[in-house]
Nanobody, 122 residues
Framework: QVQLVESGGGLVQAGGSLRLSCAASERTFSTSAMGWFRQAPGKEREFVATISWRGSRIYYADSVKGRFTISRDNAKNTVYLQMNSLMPEDTAVYYC???????????????WGQGTQVTVSS
């Protein structure tokens, strides 16, 4: 079973940057699509970004396009989310997840990390 561990969250001022990392426990990571989702208090979990196992297909939510960048290093079994120009509305718990295909639908992801808190102050 794949285990995913996120790190890199924290408190940042609006306009700042953070880089989230998600380390996977299994070598099967290299053949899995990886996604980032987030959930703010009182809101449903929402899609942020996803990347195919080769990195050739990448999709972003409109709300983060141009500000966030997803990438992966299959040799390190790690996926990243570089977040720039952060806004207070980006405040949420961020989760990484693994799927067989790069999809925006959370139901298609089989494995999830425990989440990392990102707080953006105004």
């Amino acid at each position: 079973q794949v285990q995913l561990v996120e790190s890199g969250g924290g408190l940042v001022q609006a306009g700042g940057s953070l880089r989230l990392s998600c380390a996977a426990s299994e070598r099967t990571f290299s053949t899995s699509a990886m996604g980032w989702f987030r959930q703010a208090p009182g809101k449903e979990r929402e899609f942020v970004a996803t990347i195919s196992w080769r990195g050739s297909r990448i999709y972003y939510a409109d709300s983060v396009k141009g500000r966030f960048t997803i990438s992966r290093d299959n040799a390190k079994n790690t996926v990243y989310l570089q977040m720039n120009s952060l806004m207070p509305e980006d405040t949420a718990v961020y989760y990484c997840a693994a799927s067989s295909t790069p999809t925006t639908t959370d139901l298609m992801y089989n494995y999830w990390g425990q989440g990392t808190q990102v707080t953006v102050s105004s």
